[in-house]
C-alpha cells in the first residue's frame, strides 16, 4: 500500500444491531436507505443524503446465506452468527468525508459498528529438472529452509491431486500465464490488470505447472480458482467475495485470503483484514462451515511491523490479543513472514503477535508473474524477489493442501479448520524462527515431520515419485 492517500478509494461500513430487521427501503429513488422502523432511521437518512448506500451482501441472496447458517448450527452449536442482511457500504469522496460519516453514524442508536474500509487502485517425488528456476526455490526444500514440499510430493496427494479445492481472493491475476493452470467461477468478478502480477505470483507458488519452463508449485495438481475482491458489479468488496466463494467449497477446502486492511480511521496502520467486522464475519461462517482459511498477518507501513496484541477497536477491544477476554478468533491462520535466510528471523515489515499461527519465507521468493514490477500483455514473465506476508500466506496455503489431499487419500476424510491450524503451528512439527520470544511469529511448518509424526505416515521405500516434464501421470496410485 502507498502512503499517499489520494491513490485510495473510501467507504463506510456500518452494521445495525442484530435484533433490528432491516429492509431495503421500496424506493424509485438512486439511493435507498436502510429502514428499521425506528424514528430514528430518518437520522441515518440525514446522514447519507446524497451518497449511494448499497448491501454489503450481494452476491448469495439472504435465503442462501440464511441456509449456509442453517447448515453451520447443525455443524457447530456454539456459532452466533450476524444478521448480514444489517450490513451496508456507502460510497464517499475521501478521507475527510468518510471520517465525519463514520463519526456521526457511530453516534447512532441504532448502529452497532460504523467503520471506513479503503483500498488503493496500486499494489501493495516430482521431477523438477525440466523445470528451470526449481533448484532456486528454497521454500520447496528440507527444513529448515523450506516446508519440504519434495517430500510431500512421494505420497499420493501430496502434490494436490486428489478432491481438495482452494480459492484464491484477491485483486488481479494473469489468468493466461504460461505456467499457470487455474479456474474462474461464475461470480469472480473483475482482475484488476494493476494486480495481476501479484495474483499471478501467489498462484505461482501454489500451482506453477511440472513442464520445460518457470518453476513448479508446491501443489502443482491442486484445483484451483479465483475469486476476485472486485466483485462483478465492479464494487471493491472483500467480505462479498468470501461470501460467493464459501458457496462453491465444501468442508475442508481452502480459501487463501490474500488482503490487508487499512486502519485510516484510527491507527493509521496495517492488520489483517479480518481486522474489518464486515470480512471477520464472512471469515467466520467460512470456517464455521469447515473451510480451511489462510490470511496474511499484513505488511505494516513504512516498513516497520505491527505488533496484534496492541491493536484495539473501539467497539471490540483487543480482538488480536489471545490473552484477553476480548480476543475474536475467527478460526483462519494467519501468516507471518521471515527472511530467507537461516536460521529465519522476522521481516522488520511483517506484523506479528500471539495471534500469528505460523510463518514461511517473506523474501526472494521465486514464481511467476513479474511483481513488484509489470508484466504488462506477456505471459511468460517470472521473478525471484516476492516477498511479504503475501509469499508467505501463499506458502502456507501450498503447505495446508498438501497436507489435507494426503489426509484425504490416505484416510478418505479430511482435516477441518481448527484441526489443519494447530497441526501447521504445532512446534513439534515446525522450524523455529532465531529468537521466538522477539520475533513472535510462531514456526514454519515442516511437512516431513507433518507427514511421518503428525499423520503417522512412513515413506515409500526405494521408490521415486514418477513425473513427466509436461504433466503428472494421473494413472498412478500408491500403498503406502
Same mark, same amino acid.
Given at each position: ?25 421500496? /424506493? ?27 448491501? +454489503? ?27 448480514? /442482511? ?116 501467489? +498462484? ?49 477446502? %481452502? ?9 485510516? +480511521? ?5 492488520? =489483517? ?59 483462519? %491462520? ?60 501463499? %506458502? ?36 523455529? /524462527? ?24 512412513? =515413506? +515409500? ?10 504433466? %503428472? ?8
Amino acid at each position: 500500500m502507498k502512503n499517499d492517500r489520494k491513490d485510495f478509494a473510501f467507504r463506510v461500513v456500518i452494521r445495525l444491531h442484530d435484533f433490528l430487521r432491516s429492509r431495503m427501503q421500496s /424506493s424509485e429513488e438512486e439511493n435507498p436507505l436502510p429502514v428499521c422502523g425506528s424514528p430514528k432511521s430518518q437520522d441515518l437518512s440525514r446522514i447519507v443524503r446524497g451518497k449511494k448506500v448499497d448491501k +454489503l451482501f450481494t452476491s448469495l441472496t439472504q435465503e442462501r446465506i440464511d441456509a449456509l447458517i442453517s447448515k453451520v448450527m447443525k455443524l457447530d452449536p456454539t456459532y452466533h452468527p450476524p444478521n448480514f /442482511s444489517n450490513y451496508y457500504s456507502v460510497g464517499c469522496d475521501g478521507e475527510i468525508e468518510a471520517k465525519e460519516i463514520a463519526e456521526r453514524f457511530a453516534e447512532q442508536d441504532m448502529v452497532e459498528l460504523a467503520y471506513i474500509e479503503t483500498h488503493s487502485a496500486s499494489l501493495p517425488s516430482v521431477d523438477t529438472q525440466g523445470n528451470p528456476m526449481s533448484c532456486y526455490q528454497l521454500y520447496l526444500d528440507p527444513a529448515p529452509a523450506g516446508i519440504d514440499a519434495r517430500y510431500a510430493w512421494k505420497f499420493a496427494g501430496g502434490d494436490g491431486q486428489g478432491n481438495v479445492k482452494f480459492i484464491d481472493i484477491e485483486q488481479g491475476w494473469i489468468l493466461s500465464h504460461e505456467d499457470i493452470k487455474v479456474n474462474q467461477l461464475p461470480d469472480t468478478g473483475w482482475s484488476h490488470w494493476q494486480h495481476e502480477d501479484h495474483g499471478t505470483g501467489v +498462484l505461482g507458488i501454489i500451482i506453477m505447472q511440472d513442464n520445460a519452463v518457470g518453476g513448479i508449485g508446491i501443489t502443482p495438481e491442486t484445483k484451483g480458482y479465483v475469486m476476485s475482491q472486485w466483485r462483478p458489479d465492479g464494487t471493491f468488496n472483500t467480505a462479498d467475495a468470501i461470501i460467493a466463494a464459501i458457496d462453491h467449497l465444501d468442508f475442508g477446502d %481452502i480459501i487463501l485470503l490474500e488482503a490487508q486492511a487499512f486502519d485510516i +480511521l484510527h491507527s493509521g496502520n496495517v492488520w =489483517p483484514v479480518e481486522a474489518m467486522d464486515a470480512v471477520f464475519q464472512a471469515i467466520r461462517l467460512a470456517t464455521a462451515l469447515g473451510m480451511v482459511v489462510i490470511e496474511p498477518a499484513g505488511n505494516g507501513l513504512r516498513r516497520t511491523g505491527n505488533d496484534l496484541d496492541l491493536f484495539v477497536d473501539c467497539k471490540r477491544g483487543n480482538i488480536f490479543n489471545r490473552s484477553f477476554d476480548s480476543f475474536h478468533d475467527s478460526g483462519a %491462520i494467519v501468516v507471518a513472514a521471515a527472511s530467507s535466510d537461516i536460521p529465519h528471523t522476522r521481516i522488520n515489515y511483517s506484523n506479528y503477535g500471539s495471534r500469528i499461527d505460523c510463518f514461511a519465507c517473506g523474501e526472494n521468493v521465486v514464481t511467476a508473474g513479474f511483481s513488484p514490477r509489470s508484466s504488462g500483455l506477456d505471459t511468460n514473465k517470472y521473478s525471484d524477489k516476492f516477498s511479504g506476508t503475501s509469499s508467505a500466506a501463499a %506458502i502456507i496455503a501450498g503447505a495446508a493442501i498438501a497436507v489435507q489431499s494426503i489426509m484425504e487419500a490416505k484416510c478418505g476424510s479430511r482435516l477441518g479448520p481448527a484441526q489443519m491450524r494447530d497441526m501447521l503451528s504445532n512446534e513439534l512439527y515446525g522450524t523455529a /524462527s532465531f529468537d521466538s520470544k522477539i520475533d513472535r511469529i510462531g514456526v514454519m511448518p515442516d511437512l516431513k515431520k507433518i507427514i511421518d509424526q503428525a499423520l503417522n505416515f512412513i =515413506p +515409500l521405500p526405494n521408490r521415486e515419485f514418477q513425473k513427466t516434464n509436461k504433466s %503428472i501421470q494421473g494413472t498412478a496410485t500408491y500403498t503406502l
